[in-house]
């Protein structure tokens, strides 16, 4: 099994302020922000074995950057969509519950 090596750690690490820098940027966050960071150098050392020599680590951990924050954005709108579904499904059951017992208020003094 190989093993990340000291080297390519640092090179990695290194990259921690322009990082959070950039993070900051794209959030407008800072504690979203310092938590994008903090995995997007969790992934970078996990992928950073399968990463190729060729694109230097700098190029592909700014990218895996952006790649964890468009998915963050994508859940958050995800979660935004589900909520306002439920919102709105409970708002039309409660108008329906309301109509019905104004309906049968009206057959009631109708009688």
């Known amino acids: 099994m190989t093993t990340l090596s000291?080297?390519?750690?640092?090179e990695i690490m290194a990259l921690e302020p322009r990082l959070l820098d950039w993070a900051n940027r794209m959030t407008r966050d800072a504690n979203e922000a310092q938590a994008l960071?903090?995995?997007?150098?969790?992934?970078?050392?996990a992928l950073a074995m399968t990463a190729s020599d060729?694109?230097?680590?700098?190029?592909w951990v700014f990218r895996l950057l952006r790649q964890q924050f468009h998915s963050l954005e994508r859940d958050r709108h995800h979660?935004?969509?589900?909520?306002?579904?439920?919102?709105?499904?409970?708002y039309a059951r409660k108008r329906s519950q309301l109509a019905l017992a104004a309906s049968a208020e009206a057959r009631a003094t109708d009688v």
């Open 6 to 10: 000291q080297e390519k750690r640092q």
């Open 79 to 90: 979660r935004r969509a589900v909520s306002a579904f439920t919102t709105d499904q409970t």
């Open 37 to 45: 960071v903090q995995e997007t150098l969790a992934a970078a050392r």
């Open 54 to 59: 060729e694109v230097g680590a700098e190029v």
